[in-house]
């Protein structure tokens, strides 16, 4: 292999960078195969889960699901397609949603990720961080974050770029690099010979 093909579950820009951040370049010697190349392409897949996951099970699902639908999505560019019959090498699937963790009062911005070939899994999450009481009512009330943050910065697709985490950091916690500590971790059964 010369180049390592790889599926983001999503056509969000912030979740294509977080992917390009985890997998570095190719000169890194630990990525799957010794690739000379990465090729990073979004692919947007469904979910399967609701579009404002609760719990960490839902978010986990939401990933994964994605991680395996890149697997079985056409190509955008049936010429630029391999002969080997493999669309991409590697999907990876992220989500975003709103979860409680035992012990900690409050609901907490959650981010899962995960990485397959079809045969092994890897998943992680990335960091988490204390929603305001107010939003986390309005989500409880089946409100989706995206919606509720652009409502309350008086914007409009703050996912697809600072994300509620940077908002409510003040920029301290950029969203592609939280989401690619994620990535990172969901890349260890691949790049790590302990798994």
Do not use: C
């Amino acid at each position: 292999m010369t180049t390592l093909r790889v599926g983001v579950g999503s056509g969000n820009p912030v979740k294509r960078r977080a992917v390009e951040l985890a997998l570095g370049s190719a000169a890194d010697a630990d990525l799957p195969g010794g690739p000379t190349g990465v090729a990073i392409e979004s692919v947007p897949v469904d979910s399967g889960v609701s579009e404002q996951p609760t719990g960490h099970a839902e978010t986990i699902a939401g990933a994964e699901n994605r991680a395996a639908a890149v697997l079985d999505a056409e190509p955008r560019d049936r010429d630029a397609a391999p002969d080997d019959g493999a669309t991409y090498d590697l999907g990876v699937g992220i989500e975003g949603g709103v979860a409680g963790f035992d012990g900690a009062d409050g609901r907490y911005l959650i981010m899962w990720a995960a990485v397959t070939d079809g045969d092994r899994a890897g998943r992680a999450a990335g960091p988490s961080l204390a929603l305001p009481g107010d939003v986390a009512a309005r989500i409880d009330d089946g409100e989706e974050l995206g919606p509720v943050m652009d409502g309350l910065l008086g914007t409009d697709g703050v996912a697809t770029r600072g994300g509620a985490a940077g908002a409510l950091t003040n920029g301290r916690v950029d969203r592609a690099e939280a989401l690619a500590a994620g990535v990172s971790g969901a890349l260890g059964p691949f790049v790590s010979e302990l798994y």
